[in-house]
């Protein structure tokens, strides 16, 4: 073993690494799971929110290098992605159309329209979004680091309960639920279906482009084609493993946030054997909780009875 | 007038009535045509639009991308080429489909049939070449079978949905087939490229008779018909229909829905396995990371656009190939970015899925001709 | 519910028609064209392409395996691309983000057919085999250059060459200005995957920062692959919480690398292409590629029907490869030291790959008394990190 210098915190860099990366990578994880909560609740799936998530990282970064402000970068990027909800929301309004393709068409669009336009955006260095040292405290620069908050990840942090109470205690929270888990009762109560549903997924949509400008604005903090791998996608499968409870999506976000952070500092700290193992370790323990918590012979208690997930 | 006398006429002449009845299934067949076809020109006019807005031509971009796509031999031939693989992951995504299970795990298949293709062909060392390539189609097939067959098997005895889990096997797959292709079945004399060892020159799948594109094009064809065979001519494929239409039915009438589910899930991944064996013994002689090519992710939009129907994948994969082929010709003689293509593309998805709405609501049949 | 009962098998019936219509159509499409043309593209690559390429000038194609403003590997090649573009009696056609599959194929037979394109230059690594090969046979007249270094007498078509820098050498200076300037004695490096390649610059960079500062280590992670941002950004993280104050890395775009690096205040230097104005304080200097030299030379060989060089390699030497300015926080002494090095290898009186040198698990790589000078092929083979360099090739 070498000396141990200040500098050097050894293997207690892993928990570190791992809370430093739940808080920083599951930001957008928690933005487009909170969304797709509220569009699944209403019942309907946005599996489009992929497209969204890289439209919202484009046109975040491209408003925040013409404007100079980070913040009016995220205002596009939620309005780009409630755009590109009501579009959604529309299409599936229309008698016959399939939710689940139009959301998988939608995603292409997304990301082709946002590496088509973004081309330009490559090379410039936009402003980025401030974060709130709570690591004050510590002198160790390791742990300042790792408690660098970002304002968007607290306002998820506060988001993820209101909305559950929301769900639970308002008018709007009831409507919600009851036109996801009956149309016709709905109907019959006198809700407009596609109105709500219409408006869940234009808010899902500009949750989720909220989701995209955090990559591109704040971590890893630059716009280019390959920053979603598959972020938006994951999210709407986070949201079945949190059975539609917006709570439970900020756990599922952390989770895999942290689990995402671990390949790497494991490997910093010399375990070095099967990375492509490790980096899979997310996915697969995803499909194992969703295998252990799924029952053949009941859909859900949790899930909204309107899903086309559920048929 | 005219259309009640005539009315009157087919009740009482034999003839006549036939030759309406014909008639009007020519009025059908355009009718059915009219909504596919103008959604087509509604998404070319949009992405005209879009095109216009940097500045060139949209006739230019349309009479460069036909030049590309189809204007000559060898860029049909090209198209040919990027059509194959589509047809047989185009499948993937359509066969469940019919039973109302949507899977996108397709690219997920693709790498594992290729892998296991990659791993079986240096395996048999001096087998004829036949063998070996039956040997290989045989194992990709039975791995991309696996792959969405556990999707499939999740869904019906689990109630997992099928389509998040193909997607999460889809990215295992991928690190399987990395952690494969630089561990253990990796050929040391491939350095900088970590891949599986060359299956032999002699192994490589020859080309289709009259073309210079592999026998992949055979095979994706040949699927194609046997799978619209079996999904429209067949009870198996009428009980998949009737499980698509209404679960609850069809377990009232007694059929195996569960089996019915695994099996056509099996063969979903089958097909996509097959494209994966072909990457390996027609392109690459080997499996490496250039397998994820996203072959498995345009079969979903090819299954979507051919709406589902074995037959109607062909044209499908020719025209997303066509449009693949010519993409590179918008970047060198108009400057587009490549992912020109993916606006289109995505275009067209949105709008022919748009247009679903209207299927069957234009009617083309006068009423005289039993059009309602 | 009805409706749409009575509307799946009518649905049906429609779409194999149109199925058969537009099957027809296509083939008639195919048809049609096989009769004209056919005759002249197999007689040979180009007479079918002589209707673009009538003006004289040498047409010359750049394939990119991603964007070619990536501020990597890409743009190191679209730079060069740029240059040549200026080059009198020539135009260049490029095209960006071609995968490693058929694709790339398609785009080098369609630059040939119907760019008429003579030369090619096809720049990702994984390119050559089977793609180029397999379009060298095809289109003798065609000259197709990759860079890669990957050409062998005797089994590779005659109308390819292969070219690569020893950018090694780029990373033993790159290494010695990070060992004097580190404070921790610890430099960090993210890595796509343990490739010989790859391995050779860490192997570079650890023993040029130890020549100067025995005391230097160097962490390595590897991401799996070529442009993951996300992870590559935690991988700088994890390095810089690990108590490194230098990052490097080698992966297709380092751009992630250097801006998470600057803003945790950590020192950077640079890969491919120049990185500095992404990291204002912290950049130090970097190994960049200088593909234009390589690039004029190929098209003098083209324009004046020289033979071909099929194998073309070169580091400070030849002017393939350069180093980025010094950033402002590089001291003089570290200046001296790696213009010394840099000069000494210019001139080829130092080896990097000089025995003894062990791995990391203590084992000898090359014994006491070997010298394995750029052009050795056991190189070529690397498989090891050497001595202080915390990692593993597994």
Known sequence: MEGVDASSIGIWGVPLAVLGGAIRISTPFLFVSLGECITEKSGRVNLGLEGTLVMGAMSGYGVSYLTGSAWLGVLAASAIGALLGALHGFLCGRPRVNDIAVGIALMLFGIGLAFFLGKPLIQPSAPRLPSIPFGFFSDSPQVRSALEVNVLFLVGLALAPALRWALANTRSGMVLRVVGEGAEAARAMGYDVLQVRLLATVVGGALAGIGGSFLSLFYPGSWNEGLSSGQGLMAVALVIFARWDPVRCLYASLLFGGASALGPALQSVGVTSGYYLFNAAPYALTLLIMVLSSSATEASADMPAELSVSR | ?372 | MAQRAYESPFARRITLRLVLGAIALMAGIGCNKKTEPAAASTASGETAAAAPADDGKLTVGFIYVGPKDDYGYNQAHAEGAKVVATLPNLKIREEEKVPEDVAVQNTMESMINLDGAKLLFPTSFGYFDPHILKMAEKYPNVTFFHCGGLYTEGKHPKNVGSYFGYIDEAEYVSGIVAGLTTKTNKLGFVAAKPIPQVLRNINAYALGAKSVNPKATLSVIFTGDWSLPVKEAEAANSLIDQGADVITGHVDSPKVLMETAERRNAFTTGYHASQAKLAPKGYLTGAEWNWEAVYKGYIDTVQNKKPIEHLVRGGFKEGYIKMSAYGPAVSEEAKKKADEAKAALTAGTLVIFKGPIQDNAGKEVIPAGTERGQRDIELEKMAYLVEGVKGSVK
């Open chain 2, 1 to 372: 007038m005219s259309a009640s006398a005539s009315l009157g006429t087919a009740q009482t002449e034999q003839p006549d009535s036939v030759s309406k009845l014909a008639l009007a299934r020519v009025f059908r067949f355009f009718e059915s045509l009219a909504v596919p076809l103008a959604a087509l020109l509604v998404s070319f006019a949009l992405f005209g639009v879009f095109v216009a807005f940097t500045g060139n031509s949209p006739l230019d971009v349309y009479a460069e991308m036909y030049r590309g796509a189809f204007g000559t031999w060898f860029s049909f031939q090209n198209t040919l080429l990027r059509a194959a693989p589509l047809m047989l992951t185009g499948l993937c995504t359509a066969l469940p489909a019919r039973l109302g299970l949507i899977v996108i795990g397709g690219e997920g298949a693709l790498v594992m049939g290729g892998v296991a293709a990659a791993a079986i062909g240096p395996a048999l060392g001096g087998a004829p070449p036949p063998v070996v390539t039956l040997a290989m189609a045989t194992f990709g097939m039975a791995a991309g079978a696996l792959w969405i067959g556990a999707a499939g098997a999740l869904r019906v005895l689990r109630g997992v949905n099928e389509t998040i889990s193909s997607l999460l096997l889809s990215y295992i797959a991928i690190a399987l087939l990395n952690h494969l292709v630089e561990g253990p079945l990796k050929d040391p004399t491939s350095l900088n490229k970590p891949s599986t060892v060359h299956i032999g020159d002699h192994n490589m799948l020859a080309n289709t008779p009259g073309f210079d594109v592999h026998l992949g094009l055979v095979f994706g064809i040949v699927a194609c018909l046997v799978c619209y065979v079996l999904m429209d001519r067949t009870t198996f494929g009428f009980g998949g229909r009737i499980v698509g239409g209404n679960v609850r039915a069809a377990r009232l009438s007694g059929l195996g829905v569960k089996k019915l589910v695994i099996i056509t899930c099996c063969l979903a991944g089958a097909a996509a396995g097959l494209a994966g064996m072909v990457e390996v013994a027609a392109v690459h002689g080997r499996a490496n990371a250039s397998l994820v090519a996203g072959y498995g992710y345009s079969g979903i939009l090819v299954a979507f656009l051919a709406r589902q129907n074995p037959l109607a994948i062909i044209p499908v994969s020719l025209l997303l190939g066509g449009i693949g082929a010519s993409g590179g010709l918008l970047q060198r003689a108009f400057g587009l970015p490549d992912a020109a293509v993916a606006v289109l593309q995505g275009t067209l998805f949105v709008v022919l899925l748009a247009s679903e709405t209207y299927q069957g609501r234009i009617r083309l049949v006068p009423r005289a001709l039993g059009g309602s």
